[in-house]
């Protein structure tokens, strides 16, 4: 990094040049186990993720003390919790299997709204909002929004109108309808998620997943079963790249 930005100050190369050179990746090996990529964030804006629920606590550990920048854990467990509870910077979101370190920077971006179609998606919708927030996008949520009551759905709706919201991220199990009948409505894009929320065949979230793929609704997006972090993280490019066009 000081090699390029004293090439810049030399005038050897353009802010361009440099702007490319300091965007290119770079990768810190921990232990034999994690590659992490510092560069994330400066590259894409999207912080770097650590999915815990197949790592040890001691190994989350060791990523979370060796990490400078934001970093978001997703699928955490209590043993991880506990394992890092006295590192500086952490606050942990229990009800979504969350653990942020660095905080949240300032909210400079549009708005993301999180809708979901019952109590039981919240979990993942969680995910999608930390990472919208570490983003620096403002966040609405909208929770046990389903289409079995579906006049539940009109207010959100005009208030995500009304708020000139970016993107909406719908978060829906069982046959997964919420998110074609947001798309209906809205006039932004929407990010599908499909939950593992369900009874007995497709209720592992297959059902709701291809429902949403098979959806008739021009703009909805979808992404795979549970992943409210990649969810969270496309909308909030979406509304960086709506801003950055203001």
Do not use: W
């Amino acid at each position: 990094m000081r090699e390029v930005l004293e090439l810049y100050r030399e005038g050897k190369i353009s802010g361009e040049e440099a702007e490319k050179a300091l965007r290119t990746d770079y990768i810190e090996t921990i232990g034999n186990e994690v590659n992490m990529d510092l560069g994330r964030q400066a590259r894409k804006g999207v912080p770097e993720v650590v999915y815990a629920r197949t790592k040890t606590p001691g190994t989350v550990e060791k990523i979370l003390r060796s990490s400078a920048g934001r970093v978001l854990v997703s699928g955490a467990k209590e043993e991880h919790c506990e394992a890092v509870k006295d590192i500086e910077g952490i606050e942990f979101f229990k009800e979504y299997g969350c653990i942020v370190l660095g905080g949240f920077p300032e909210e400079k971006y549009g708005a993301i709204a999180v809708i979901t179609a019952g109590t039981s998606d919240i979990p993942v919708a969680g995910e999608a909002m930390l990472m919208s927030r570490m983003m620096g996008c403002r966040c609405i949520e909208y929770f046990d929004i389903g289409v079995s009551g579906i006049h539940r759905l009109i207010e959100p709706m005009k208030e995500t109108i009304r708020e000139d919201v970016a993107a909406i991220v719908a978060v829906a199990g069982m046959e997964g309808a919420l998110p074609t009948l947001i798309s209906s409505l809205s006039p932004v894009p929407v990010i599908g998620v499909p939950t593992s929320t369900g009874y007995g065949f497709g209720g592992d979230g297959t059902a709701a997943l291809m429902g949403m793929l098979q959806s008739c609704s021009p703009g909805l997006s979808v992404v795979n079963i549970d992943n409210g972090i990649g969810a969270g993280a496309v909308a909030a490019m979406i509304s960086r790249g709506r801003s950055n066009k203001k």
